[in-house]
C-alpha cells in the first residue's frame, strides 16, 4: 500500500517555495521521496530554502526564475534538461494577493494578479507537458487554487478570478493532456495560517470570523495540505483528474 504514495525516483518542481505553503510542500514531497526543485524569484532565499532541505537529507536544488516570464520559464527547463533532469510532477503554487475595491483597482494591478497567480501555471505546466508527452511516461500537474476557486470575496477580484481561472484551466489541462498519462488536479486550501495571511491573522475581528465560520473553529496549517499533495503526487491518483479538492476545515460545506 506504501507504494501507492511513493515518490521516489520522481522530481518536483514546486513554484513559489522558498518559504510558506510551497516551502511546506517542497518538504512533504521530498519527505515521500522525491528530488525536488525549489523556485522564487530572489536566489537568496532561494538557496536558504534548498539548505534547509538538504540538512534533512533530502534531495533537493533551487532556480530563481520568474515564473510570469516566458523565457526565463523556457531557459529553465531547457537548463535541466541539459543537466539530464526529468521534472515529473509540477506544483503551480507562486501567487501573490492584492486587496483593493474594484473601482479603486488599477489595471497594472489586476494583470500581476492575474499574471502571477493564473498565467504562470499554464506558462509553467505547458513546458512540462511538452517533456511528459514527449518522454512517453506521464506526469503530474497540481495547481494551487483557493476558496475562492469557488466563491468571491470583496476587495480581492482579481484574485478571485485567478483561482477561479485555476479551477477551469486544470479542467482544460485534464481534457487535452489525459491522454498521456498526465494527471491534472488541483488544491483549494482554505484559510492558511501563511506570510501572506499574517495581517488576516492579526486583525482581530477577521480572525474571529475566520474561526467562527468554519466547522474546524481555526485556521489551518501549512503543512495540512501536504497529504493530499503527495496523494496528486503518486501513483495513487493515477485515474484522478480534472478535480479540485477543497482543504479547508470543511469551509465549504457549511455555506
Avoid: C
Avoid at 515521500?32 to 522564487?40: F, H, L, P, R, Y
Avoid at 511538452?130 to 470575496?153: C, D, F, P, V
Amino acid at each position: 500500500m506504501t507504494k501507492l504514495f511513493d515518490l521516489s525516483g520522481r522530481t518536483a518542481l514546486v513554484t513559489g517555495s522558498a518559504r510558506g505553503i510551497g516551502y511546506s510542500l517542497a518538504e512533504g514531497l521530498a519527505a515521500a521521496g522525491a528530488g525536488v526543485i525549489v523556485n522564487g524569484t530572489k536566489a537568496d532565499t532561494v538557496d536558504a530554502a534548498v539548505s534547509r532541505l538538504r540538512e534533512q537529507g533530502f534531495d533537493a536544488r533551487g532556480r530563481a526564475f520568474d515564473v510570469t516570464d516566458e523565457q526565463s520559464v523556457a531557459a529553465a527547463f531547457a537548463a535541466w534538461d541539459a543537466e539530464g533532469i526529468d521534472v515529473d510532477i509540477v506544483v503551480n503554487n507562486a501567487g501573490i494577493q492584492f486587496r483593493k475595491p474594484m473601482l479603486e483597482l488599477a489595471l497594472a494591478d489586476w494583470q500581476r494578479v492575474i499574471d502571477t497567480n493564473l498565467t504562470s501555471a499554464f506558462i509553467v505546466a505547458k513546458e512540462a507537458a511538452r517533456r511528459m508527452i514527449a518522454r512517453g511516461r506521464g506526469g503530474k500537474i497540481i495547481n494551487i487554487g483557493s476558496l475562492t476557486s469557488e466563491g468571491a470575496r470583496a476587495t480581492v477580484a482579481p484574485y478571485t478570478a485567478a483561482k477561479g481561472g485555476i479551477k477551469m484551466l486544470t479542467r482544460a489541462m485534464s481534457a487535452e493532456w489525459a491522454v498521456h498519462d498526465i494527471q491534472a488536479n488541483a488544491i483549494g486550501p482554505g484559510y492558511i495560517l501563511t506570510d501572506m495571511n499574517q495581517a488576516l491573522v492579526d486583525n482581530a475581528s477577521f480572525d474571529a470570523w475566520v474561526k467562527s465560520s468554519n466547522p474546524s473553529q481555526r485556521w489551518g496549517k501549512p503543512e495540512e495540505l501536504v497529504g493530499t499533495a503527495v496523494y496528486l503526487a503518486s501513483p495513487a491518483s493515477s485515474y484522478v483528474n480534472g478535480q479540485i479538492i477543497y482543504v479547508d476545515g470543511g469551509w465549504l460545506a457549511v455555506l
